[in-house]
């Protein structure tokens, strides 16, 4: 059974950094094609980064330049880098994975395993 599990979440101020990590178990990860979307109160969730298998990376606009996504294949882990962080990033992050498949995905839809999130707060 496959299971993802993330931590690192917490409150930062504005202009600081965090790290959150997703912990993928049951599989390991260079099956997947793996991404961080991200979901504020009151708003649908939304695309941040995603990572293929072939480690190519995308991002959403909004955190170009300040996120970053990698994996750790021997950790069955991975990570997302926030630096710069603004209060309109405050939401609960999720880690997804999708087996099969050898390019990006950015649609939640596409994704088949998904973690239970970790708060994000950015403070003002």
């Known amino acids: 059974q496959v299971r993802l599990v993330e931590s690192g979440g917490g409150l930062v101020q504005a202009g600081g950094s965090l790290r959150v990590s997703c912990v993928v178990s049951?599989?390991?990860?260079?099956?997947?094609?793996m991404g961080w979307f991200r979901q504020a109160p009151g708003k649908e969730r939304e695309f941040v980064a995603a990572?293929?298998?072939?480690?190519?990376?995308t991002y959403a606009d909004s955190v170009k330049r300040r996120f970053t996504i990698s994996r750790d294949n021997a950790k069955n882990t991975i990570y997302l880098q926030m630096n710069s962080l603004k209060p309109e990033d405050t939401a609960v992050y999720y880690c997804?994975?999708?087996?099969?498949?050898?390019?990006?995905?950015?649609?939640?839809?596409?994704?088949?395993?998904w973690g239970q999130g970790t708060q994000v707060t950015v403070s003002s």
């Open positions: 997804a994975a999708r087996s099969r498949g050898s390019t990006l995905y950015s649609d939640f839809r596409e994704y088949n395993y």
């Open positions: 990572i293929s298998r072939s480690d190519d990376t």
């Open positions: 049951g599989r390991t990860i260079t099956t997947f094609a």
